[in-house]
């Protein structure tokens, strides 16, 4: 069992497991592990005393009260709700929705600063420490985390869609020019604007856990700005905070994913599977799978299915670039990047200019950006655990760069092939996606050879997305929820299972794929202003860091970590 961190100056004890801690390429595995801080940030950070079941207590059962009271409104009121939502989100965009894109702008700015200046050398863990993994497996296992259902449901249906509603005006429909704004926006709304976001959650929880020891929680990050109350309500009520985003972020990659899994049913039987009441029985099913899986242990069977969902991703990929217009869409990539960081400042503070604006930013951009923000500790978890012994500097450049490159190729190589049909051959891919964003990745599909086989790999792929996602975020929240404890109990993780699948279920029947959007943006809202004070205490921790602050003060590697195959 994870051990209580004493009270006092002293350093505290390092967490004598991590959970599948062999299994590395699955979040569920990944909550970073609490390490031994040296005594100088000991004596600047002290802890407070733990309170296991008071803390269990005050997260668990505040979150939970909460979801469960959203779940009845929207079920029992869902007009109601579904108004007092759309108005809510209608204020919080039209009178704070530039904070959606000037913080993950600011973020970025920040953490460019950290890596090339000295702050850069510092490692994630003891000054001596190493990366525990190959550059090429860390890598893979970064574009991993985040990976998943919304590339399928937007890789086609958001370029497409741009391309004859082309963002804020800017060029005409169906244009040439068109094609390069869609895929340039699409940039913005995938690209290292999100992986800054996750890049601060990451950098910071893993300094926290890695360099002093805290637990991979978020509340004990903000002790600099608010010091023992971290430990204490303003502290849980962070946590709380985290575990609402976490969820409805989570939430909306199942709502999108059990859309996808009718509609590609759909596809490949030839009834009409794609209606609300399919969707909640897909909801329920795999809620049921992964929720089994969450409280088994079995790592290694996860680990499996996320190499698996990998393979077969890149399969797709080079699938379609060979049997669609290749040429054409290496072209596109060139001029769309080039074209996307020529006006990078420009088009990360176009904000919206009337009503219509606002309402295709609340569809698309905004929503975008309130998504990441939401999945930001989530991904931050994963991204601390398989980064220790890292430098800042390695960090920050490869979690910004690699990752977006490579989702921009996807979306590229996807939607660029849409956009070239609808133009060349007079397929009407872009305006099905218009009336259901569902239908665009088949749709495109169909256009290609092997139609059934390729639609079968790609329901293959998001029932793993689905299972693999939610096994994640049951665990996290659990994590979470238990005070850090990398071994909740199978109860609190059962909890978790079924308030995420009903979580999504409820928002698809109050309002289907708007209803998720909208519990995104508002969830994220507040959580806004957790990631600013993040960044803070992230920057006032290291600046007093032995290694920067001119005290000479090494500080230690911490002592290794036995391994718990399963939990």
Request: glycine content about 10%; hydrophobic content about 50%.
């Amino acid at each position: 069992m994870p051990q209580d961190h004493p009270a006092g100056p002293q350093p505290r004890a390092a967490d004598q497991s991590s959970p599948d801690s062999d299994d590395p390429d699955h979040p569920r595995g990944s909550v970073a592990v609490a390490e031994r801080p040296s005594s100088a940030e000991a004596e600047r950070f002290p802890a407070e005393p733990q309170t296991p079941g008071r803390a269990l207590n005050g997260v668990f059962f505040t979150a939970v009260t909460l979801i469960l009271a959203l779940l009845a409104v929207a079920g029992f009121w869902p007009e109601r709700m579904s108004a007092a939502a759309d108005a809510a989100m209608n204020w919080v965009t039209s009178s704070a929705g530039w904070s959606l894109m000037l913080i993950p702008l600011g973020l970025i700015g920040l953490l460019l600063v950290l890596a090339c200046s000295r702050f850069g050398r510092i490692r994630l863990g003891g000054d001596d420490s190493r990366p525990e993994y190959p550059t090429y497996a860390w890598i893979a296992m970064l574009l991993g985390a985040v990976m998943g259902i919304g590339l399928i449901t937007y890789g086609v249906a958001e370029p497409v869609t741009h391309l004859f509603d082309p963002p804020h005006g800017l060029s005409e429909p169906g244009s040439q020019q068109a094609v390069v704004d869609s895929l340039r926006f699409t940039f913005l709304d995938w690209g290292i604007h999100a992986w800054a976001v996750f890049a601060t959650f990451g950098l910071a929880i893993g300094y926290s856990t890695h360099r002093l020891g805290n637990k991979g929680l978020v509340s004990p990050i903000l002790r600099p700005l608010i010091g023992r109350h971290a430990d204490g309500l303003v502290g849980k009520a962070v946590d709380v905070l985290v575990i609402l985003a976490t969820l409805f972020g989570t939430t909306t990659s199942l709502g999108l994913g059990a859309a996808q899994i009718s509609q590609g049913l759909s596809q490949v039987t030839g009834l009409e599977l794609t209606g609300t009441g399919v969707q909640i029985a897909v909801i329920a099913l795999i809620t049921v799978l992964f929720t089994a899986s969450a409280m088994s242990g079995v790592g290694r069977g996860i680990r499996m299915i996320s190499q698996t969902t990998m393979v077969l991703a890149a399969a797709l990929l080079v699938f379609v670039l060979v049997t669609g217009p290749t040429s054409w869409l290496i072209n596109l990539f060139l001029r769309s990047l080039g074209s996307y960081a020529g006006g990078f400042v420009e088009i990360s503070l176009m904000l919206p200019a009337d009503g219509d604006d606002l309402a295709w930013m609340q569809w698309w951009t905004y929503f975008m950006m309130a998504w990441w923000i939401s999945w930001g500790a989530f991904v931050g978890i994963f991204l601390a655990r398989i980064s220790r012994g890292r430098t800042i500097r390695q960090f920050v450049l490869v979690v910004l760069g690699v990752p977006s490159l490579i989702f921009s190729a996807w979306f590229t190589v996807f939607g660029g092939s849409a956009m070239f049909m609808d133009l060349e051959r007079g397929t009407a891919i872009g305006e099905a996606a218009a009336e259901d964003i569902n239908t665009a990745f088949f749709g495109l599909l169909e256009q290609l050879p092997m139609t059934a086989l390729t639609s079968v790999v790609a329901v293959v792929l998001v029932v793993l997305y689905f299972i693999t996602g939610a096994d994640s975020n049951t665990y996290v929240l659990s994590v979470i929820s238990s005070d850090g404890r990398m071994h909740p109990s199978r109860s609190v993780m059962g909890v978790w299972g079924v308030l995420t699948g009903a979580t999504a279920a409820v928002l698809l029947y109050a309002g289907g794929l708007e209803a998720l959007q909208t519990a995104v943006m508002l969830s994220a809202a507040p959580f806004i202003f957790v990631i600013l004070a993040l960044a803070v205490s992230l920057v006032m921790l290291l600046r007093r860091d032995p290694l920067v602050a001119g005290g000479g003060v090494a500080v230690a590697e911490p002592a290794s970590q036995p391994e718990v195959r399963d939990r």
